[in-house]
Antibody
Framework: QVQLQESGPGLVKPSETLSLTCTVSGGSISSYFWGWIRQPPGKGLQCIGYISYTGSARYNPSLESRATISVDMSKNQFSLKLSSVTAADTAIYYC????????????WGPGTLVTVSS | QSVLTQPPSVSGAPGQRVTISCTGTSSNLGAGYDVHWYYQLPGTSPKLLISGYNNRPSGVPDRFSGSKSGTSASLAITGLQAEDEADYYCQSYDNSLSDYVVFGGGTRLTVL
């Protein structure tokens, strides 16, 4: 069974770039799709984007200008960068696997809270 | 404001049947996209509950079932148990957003 684990700074200053990495175990990153979803404290879910192992990515239209997702097959990891962050980007960030077959997010990491504050 | 509309809360007694609705429009559920359901226990990450047309991942009991008709979808839970108390989210796609992912706002299920 695929397992996912997010890592990265828990505190980012406004206007800086949020960077997170997801390590995949129990499966090869080269055989699936991968995604990032976030959840502001006490609120609902928002998909940031998802990427295939070939590096082809799709982003939420509202975040497309600031988000970049990439894959590192040598490390079995994929990453998220979100630039020019504000307090509105404070959220729990989840990395997920994404089924290209039916469009569901079938495995989720435990999540990591990222707070944007000076 | 979420693209898919869910009731903020539902409740039921142990053993009862409850349903959670997910209402969309002609650009998402009504356009024929699949709907998926997730549940989230307090303090944990969401987990896939039902994908596509009523497909349950391994380990999900058949007390949970999904349905879809037109611009609406529903999650039904029968034989309600205390451990079912969680937040539930629906998810689909929207062609007015370049076929991008949309979620419902979530529904808190309380087991009385």
């Amino acid at each position: 069974q695929v397992q996912l684990q997010e890592s990265g700074p828990g505190l980012v200053k406004p206007s800086e770039t949020l960077s997170l990495t997801c390590t995949v175990s129990g499966g090869s990153i080269s055989s699936y799709f991968w995604g990032w979803i976030r959840q502001p404290p006490g609120k609902g879910l928002q998909c940031i984007g998802y990427i295939s192992y070939t590096g082809s990515a799709r982003y939420n239209p509202s975040l497309e200008s600031r988000a970049t997702i990439s894959v590192d097959m040598s490390k079995n990891q994929f990453s998220l960068k979100l630039s020019s962050v504000t307090a509105a980007d404070t959220a729990i960030y989840y990395c997920t696997s994404f089924s290209g077959y039916d469009g569901s997010f079938d495995y989720w990491g435990p999540g990591t809270l990222v707070t944007v504050s000076s | 404001q979420s693209v898919l509309t869910q009731p903020p809360s539902v409740s039921g007694a142990p053993g009862q049947r409850v349903t959670i609705s997910c209402t969309g429009t002609s650009s998402n559920l009504g356009a024929g996209y699949d709907v998926h359901w997730y549940y989230q226990l307090p303090g944990t990450s969401p987990k896939l509950l039902i994908s596509g047309y009523n497909n349950r991942p391994s380990g999900v009991p058949d007390r949970f079932s999904g349905s879809k008709s037109g611009t609406s979808a529903s999650l039904a839970i029968t034989g309600l148990q205390a451990e079912d108390e969680a937040d539930y989210y629906c998810q689909s796609y929207d062609n007015s957003l370049s076929d991008y992912v949309v979620f419902g706002g979530g529904t808190r299920l309380t087991v009385l």
